[in-house]
């Protein structure tokens, strides 16, 4: 399990950086270079302070998200805490997710990304934890009595990250707004 957990977040990283939109100066060099060259990014020295959250941290940021979305029995302990964490069976597969915009300000970051999930099979009582407000009534209906929503479902959430100390810490999730 731990091997397949691995697995995901390395290609959700991958996924993600060759999703990830590039700055303005590189798409200029290479309309005006037709040769294919690689340059490498600013490189940020151990211990020195990274600007905004690395790529593959919102990955696994939204790897973490989307699969604690879980089916809980209706009496689960932490039923009257919907930020806790929910133990069961997870609800949602991750397939893929894109950095949409980060803007920065100080030790605080604002990340909007678009995150493409899939039902896994089963059935419930109750769905609790990550993606629970972004599931529809009528999907939640489906899935709880044993009919999994079919389809890839798109969700574009914005993430808030603060900074604690030399790292980057994802503090809250929320809808993105939509433009």
Request: aromatic share 6%; hydrophobic share 30%; with cysteine.
């Amino acid at each position: 399990m731990k091997i397949r957990c691995a697995a995901l977040i390395v290609v959700a990283g991958i996924i993600t950086g060759s999703c990830s939109e590039k700055p303005a100066p590189d798409r200029e060099k290479r309309s005006s270079n037709p040769e294919p060259t690689h340059e490498p990014g600013p490189q940020i020295a151990e211990g020195e302070d990274e600007r905004q959250p690395r790529e593959d941290e919102i990955g696994e940021d939204c790897v973490a998200f989307v699969r604690s979305t879980k089916i809980v029995p209706a009496q689960a302990p932490h039923a009257d805490c919907p930020g806790c964490p929910a133990e069961g069976t997870e609800v949602l597969a991750f397939r893929q997710m894109q950095t949409d915009r980060i803007s920065c300000s100080g030790d605080t970051c604002t990340v909007s990304v678009t995150i493409r999930a899939s039902f896994n099979p089963g059935v419930g009582e109750r769905i609790a934890g990550g993606l629970t407000a972004w599931i529809s009534p009528e999907q939640r209906s489906e899935y709880l009595s044993g009919r999994m929503p079919s389809g890839e479902q798109v969700y574009r959430v914005k993430i808030i990250y603060k900074r604690r100390g030399e790292a980057w810490r994802a503090a809250e999730f929320d809808r993105a707004d939509l433009e």
